[in-house]
């Protein structure tokens, strides 16, 4: 009886996650179309952003949460994690309604000039911020204690990234059977399933539903996920010992090939900080839930000691080489943010190295610094994205200090930045610099500000949209002897909302040169237009297709690809 009973339980465990996925995706799929549409509420930023951030994370919270948090304590987290993800949302729109980027996630830009989803940079922190707070509160809510036990701490936390890894997995293997299905159908002229799974209203339901089956299934079979956490980390352990050697042997070598070799890389404090969290992370691999029955070989323990160790001197390196940085030059938006992080990683090398000369059992207080280091990861990143410690805030009024005392002349001065990347907070201090009366080099900062307060683009000059002949004249056809379609060259791409952001520079700038590859990509052998900068710089690289209106649509983006030499010529050969 108790098994039908546990059975029916689970059963009715994965109704509700099913349900929750499906209106997951009929929320996103409904704020794509007012996107898409230009509907109330993508109409308005300020309500737009919210319900974006929340559709996204949200239902999240609550596939991960239902089975293993109590009511309460779920519904004060799922209220709590609402307001702060709208809180956020509204700061991120109210900082900078032009960001220039638009929106990565739903494929559309900003309308008429102005930004109405949040920045990617919030959805990713944000994912971060969330798993560590989803992780707290379940393992606080399983011990019915505001501060949980080490091992419970453990176990929830891996067992949430494990979740979430074979989710993922899970859903790039449905859709790579829909293609693979898709495909074979397509062999026998029958393209009904291409169709359907290139439909929006099909695609976005269809991936919440994977999703939320696989977060139950891993689940429900939580002792298949814990064994191969186990062996996940059992695997990463050994290669604790050749990273402490690595690191060891460089921080050997340091004293005697000094640190200008160093620091001449331009990219020291990133690989420092890379190395050091790699540490941190197979220093936890080894230690995993410090349980008494589970003995630790004494390679590893030298190894997690040594490591634990060399990571105050690897974090002292990485902190001051930013902060040379910030003498010489002041602070910028990436310097915060490395600085932010320099400090998640300074509590745990700190902690970490007191762990190794306290007295007991092996690396004990570890497991105190790991809790503590979560919190103040919190804690950090609300404050980035508040403002208390917003980046761009902060790094606009370093840089404008710096100019106007005189240290940096206008002239060598980033304008632009304050234009562009600084948000509200760069585009009002150039309102005041172009008001500016007096200071060091006052009359040419006025005119710089009013200069950057004018520019269309980050480039500066006017934007003269391009005829028919122009597109022809700038745009290197690949294969040689081919031209570009008609149909093409006549569209007015200045006018292809709301897909701005994805439109090459050359095919809105007659200033701007492209090239274009003609490849047959389609299934069915069709054309398609990859158009990419001539110099191989500026603009990104864009896929064109043909619709069914005549007309060519962006249908993604190629980084880098083109980038590299050979491909290039390949692209230029056919």
Same mark, same amino acid.
């Given at each position: 009886?108790?098994?039908?009973?546990?059975? $029916?339980?689970?059963?009715?465990?994965?109704? %509700?996650?099913?349900?929750?996925?499906?209106?997951?995706?009929?929320?996103?799929?409904?704020?794509?179309?007012?996107?898409?549409?230009?509907?109330?509420?993508?109409?308005?930023?300020? %309500?737009? #952003?919210? =319900?974006?951030?929340?559709?996204?994370?949200?239902?999240?919270?609550?596939?991960?949460?239902?089975?293993?948090?109590?009511?309460?304590?779920? &519904?004060?987290?799922?209220?709590? #994690?609402?307001?702060?993800?709208?809180?956020?949302?509204?700061?991120?729109? %109210?900082?900078?309604?032009?960001?220039?980027?638009?929106?990565?996630?739903?494929?559309?830009?900003?309308?008429?000039?102005?930004?109405?989803?949040?920045? !990617?940079?919030?959805?990713?922190?944000? #994912?971060?911020?969330?798993?560590?707070?989803?992780?707290?509160?379940?393992?606080?809510? #399983?011990?019915?204690?505001?501060? &949980?036990?080490?091992?419970?701490?453990?176990?929830?936390?891996?067992?949430? $990234?494990?979740?979430?890894?074979?989710?993922?997995?899970?859903?790039?293997?449905?859709?790579?059977?829909?293609?693979?299905?898709?495909?074979?159908?397509?062999?026998?002229?029958?393209?009904?399933?291409?169709?359907?799974?290139?439909?929006?209203?099909?695609?976005?339901?269809?991936?919440?539903?994977?999703?939320?089956?696989?977060?139950?299934?891993?689940?429900?079979?939580?002792?298949?996920?814990?064994?191969?956490?186990?062996?996940? =980390?059992?695997?990463?352990?050994?290669?604790?010992?050749? =990273?402490?050697?690595? $690191?060891?042997?460089?921080?050997?070598?340091?004293?005697?090939?000094?640190?200008?070799?160093?620091?001449?890389?331009?990219?020291?404090? $990133?690989?420092?900080?890379?190395?050091?969290?790699?540490?941190?992370?197979? %220093?936890?691999?080894?230690?995993?839930?410090?349980?008494?029955?589970?003995?630790?070989?004494?390679?590893?323990?030298?190894?997690?000691?040594?490591?634990?160790?060399?990571?105050?001197?690897?974090?002292?390196?990485?902190?001051?080489?930013?902060?040379?940085?910030?003498?010489?030059?002041?602070?910028?938006?990436?310097?915060?943010?490395?600085?932010?992080?320099?400090?998640?990683?300074?509590?745990?090398?700190?902690?970490?190295?007191?762990?190794?000369?306290?007295?007991?059992?092996?690396?004990?207080?570890?497991?105190?610094?790991?809790?503590?280091?979560?919190?103040?990861?919190?804690?950090?990143?609300?404050?980035?994205?508040?403002?208390?410690?917003?980046?761009?805030?902060?790094?606009?009024?370093?840089?404008?200090?710096?100019?106007?005392?005189?240290?940096?002349?206008?002239?060598?001065?980033?304008?632009?930045? =304050?234009?562009?990347?600084?948000?509200?907070?760069?585009?009002?201090?150039?309102?005041?610099?172009?008001?500016?009366?007096?200071?060091?080099?006052?009359?040419?900062?006025?005119?710089?500000?009013?200069?950057?307060?004018?520019?269309?683009?980050?480039?500066?000059?006017?934007?003269? !949209?391009?005829?028919?002949?122009?597109?022809?004249?700038?745009?290197?056809?690949? !294969?040689?002897?081919?031209?570009?379609?008609?149909?093409?060259?006549?569209?007015?791409?200045?006018?292809?909302?709301?897909?701005?952001?994805?439109?090459?520079?050359?095919?809105?700038?007659?200033?701007?040169?492209?090239?274009?590859?003609?490849?047959?990509?389609?299934?069915?052998? &069709?054309?398609?237009?990859?158009?990419?900068?001539?110099?191989?710089?500026?603009?990104?690289?864009?896929?064109?297709?043909?619709?069914?209106?005549?007309?060519?649509?962006?249908?993604?983006?190629?980084?880098?690809?083109?980038?590299?030499?050979?491909?290039?010529?390949?692209?230029?050969?056919?």
């Amino acid at each position: 009886m108790k098994d039908d009973e546990t059975d $029916a339980a689970l059963g009715s465990t994965g109704a %509700v996650r099913l349900a929750i996925g499906l209106a997951q995706g009929l929320a996103l799929y409904l704020l794509y179309l007012a996107a898409e549409d230009t509907v109330w509420p993508a109409t308005n930023g300020i %309500v737009f #952003a919210p =319900l974006t951030l929340i559709a996204w994370f949200v239902p999240l919270i609550l596939l991960v949460s239902v089975r293993s948090l109590r009511f309460r304590t779920l &519904a004060i987290w799922t209220v709590a #994690a609402l307001a702060v993800l709208a809180g956020l949302a509204v700061h991120d729109l %109210v900082r900078d309604t032009e960001l220039n980027t638009g929106s990565f996630w739903f494929g559309y830009p900003p309308s008429q000039g102005n930004r109405i989803a949040p920045s !990617p940079f919030l959805f990713g922190f944000g #994912a971060i911020g969330l798993f560590i707070a989803q992780a707290l509160i379940g393992a606080g809510d #399983a011990d019915r204690r505001y501060i &949980a036990s080490y091992p419970r701490y453990f176990d929830v936390a891996w067992k949430q $990234a494990v979740q979430l890894v074979f989710a993922a997995a899970f859903v790039g293997a449905f859709w790579a059977l829909l293609w693979l299905g898709a495909g074979l159908f397509e062999l026998v002229k029958i393209d009904f399933l291409t169709k359907l799974i290139g439909h929006r209203w099909f695609a976005i339901p269809a991936t919440t539903l994977a999703l939320a089956s696989a977060i139950h299934v891993t689940d429900v079979r939580a002792g298949i996920v814990r064994g191969i956490r186990t062996l996940k =980390l059992t695997l990463l352990s050994w290669l604790l010992p050749l =990273l402490t050697l690595i $690191a060891v042997g460089f921080l050997g070598v340091l004293p005697f090939t000094g640190l200008e070799r160093l620091w001449s890389t331009r990219h020291a404090t $990133a690989l420092l900080l890379t190395v050091a969290t790699l540490l941190v992370l197979l %220093v936890n691999a080894a230690y995993q839930d410090g349980q008494p029955e589970r003995a630790v070989p004494r390679v590893f323990r030298w190894a997690g000691s040594l490591a634990s160790l060399a990571l105050v001197p690897l974090t002292a390196l990485a902190g001051y080489a930013v902060a040379l940085r910030i003498g010489q030059h002041g602070w910028t938006t990436d310097r915060i943010i490395a600085v932010a992080y320099i400090g998640i990683v300074a509590v745990h090398a700190l902690g970490y190295a007191i762990a190794v000369v306290w007295p007991g059992a092996w690396l004990k207080r570890l497991e105190g610094c790991n809790v503590l280091g979560a919190f103040v990861t919190l804690a950090i990143l609300l404050a980035l994205f508040t403002p208390v410690a917003d980046p761009a805030r902060i790094s606009v009024a370093s840089q404008v200090a710096r100019l106007e005392a005189g240290t940096i002349p206008p002239d060598k001065f980033d304008f632009a930045f =304050l234009r562009f990347d600084g948000g509200r907070y760069g585009r009002e201090a150039l309102a005041r610099l172009k008001s500016a009366a007096e200071g060091p080099n006052a009359a040419a900062i006025r005119v710089a500000a009013d200069k950057a307060l004018r520019m269309p683009n980050r480039f500066g000059g006017p934007v003269t !949209p391009p005829t028919s002949q122009d597109l022809a004249a700038n745009i290197t056809v690949f !294969p040689a002897g081919r031209s570009l379609p008609e149909a093409f060259l006549r569209q007015n791409f200045n006018a292809s909302a709301p897909q701005q952001w994805f439109i090459p520079q050359c095919l809105k700038d007659r200033s701007q040169r492209c090239e274009a590859y003609l490849v047959p990509l389609g299934m069915d052998g &069709a054309e398609s237009i990859i158009i990419g900068p001539a110099d191989n710089r500026g603009s990104q690289t864009v896929v064109f297709v043909p619709d069914a209106d005549s007309t060519w649509k962006p249908a993604g983006i190629l980084p880098t690809l083109v980038n590299c030499g050979k491909i290039r010529d390949a692209l230029r050969s056919g």
